[in-house]
């Protein structure tokens, strides 16, 4: 079965770096394009970004643009997220996904793992 | 960029149908492309339960089913249950390279 497992999260202080990573198994890590997807406290779900499953294509929310960097290693089957320059406002809950569809540079997230808290405080 | 737009919150009784909307405020020429839904129980990762506007995963129950007509994409939950209360958030993916989630809509069944 597909598992997630986000690893990375913690307190940081504003203007600080973070590097999350999500562990993946139960499927073809190497044909998918993966997500991340963020949750502030009691708030919704928000968007982060994408990369292909080949790492060839990023895209980002216009808010995280510049700041985070998504990268993939097929070869450990690990998706990773570097969190720049990082303000009160990125403290949430970080999941990573698996996207619906084989191959591509992403659609909808369709697996999620269990998510990793991140909080920017001094 | 895209924006999707949901009520805060619906409600129903056991055993009634709900229907939640998501509506597309958008200039993005791309459209309205790919529609998913997701269900949230509170403290838990959120759940696929559509993807494509009507397609369901193995494992959902036929309860659930999406539509869409114009820009407004519809979840519907028939005979409701206790368990079905939950956050539930659609989301969009464009052609033009646009993911966006609507700001979630609170079920609670009365």
């Known amino acids: 079965q597909v598992q997630l497992v986000e690893s990375g999260g913690g307190v940081v202080q504003p203007g600080r770096s973070l590097r999350l990573s999500c562990a993946a198994s139960?499927?073809?890590?190497?044909?998918?394009?993966m997500h991340w997807v963020r949750q502030a406290p009691g708030k919704g779900l928000e968007w982060v970004a994408v990369?292909?499953?080949?790492?060839?294509?990023?895209?980002?929310a216009d808010s995280v643009k510049g700041q985070f960097t998504i990268s993939r290693d097929n070869s450990k089957n690990t998706l990773y997220l570097l969190m720049s320059s990082l303000r009160p406002e990125d403290t949430a809950v970080y999941y990573c996904?698996?996207?619906?569809?084989?191959f591509g540079s992403g659609s909808f997230p369709d697996y999620w793992g269990q998510g990793t808290l991140v909080t920017v405080s001094s | 960029q895209s924006a999707l737009t949901q009520p805060a919150s619906v409600s129903g009784s056991p055993g009634q149908s709900i229907t939640i909307s998501c509506t597309e405020t958008?200039?993005?020429?791309?459209?309205?492309?790919?529609v998913s839904w997701y269900q949230q129980h509170p403290g838990k990762a959120p759940k696929l339960m559509i993807y494509?506007?009507?397609n369901r995963p193995s494992g959902v129950s036929n309860r659930f089913s999406g539509s869409k007509s114009g820009d407004t994409a519809s979840l519907i939950i028939s005979g409701l249950q206790a368990e079905d209360e939950a956050d539930y958030y659609c989301?969009?993916?464009?052609?033009?390279?646009?993911?966006?989630f609507g700001g979630g809509t609170k079920l609670t069944v009365l």
């Open positions: 996904a698996k996207d619906g569809n084989y």
């Open positions: 139960g499927f073809i890590f190497r044909s998918y394009a």
């Open positions: 990369i292909s499953y080949d790492a060839s294509n990023k895209y980002y």
């Open positions: 958008s200039s993005d020429v791309g459209g309205y492309n790919y």
């Open positions: 494509e506007v009507s």
């Open positions: 989301h969009s993916y464009t052609s033009s390279r646009n993911w966006v």
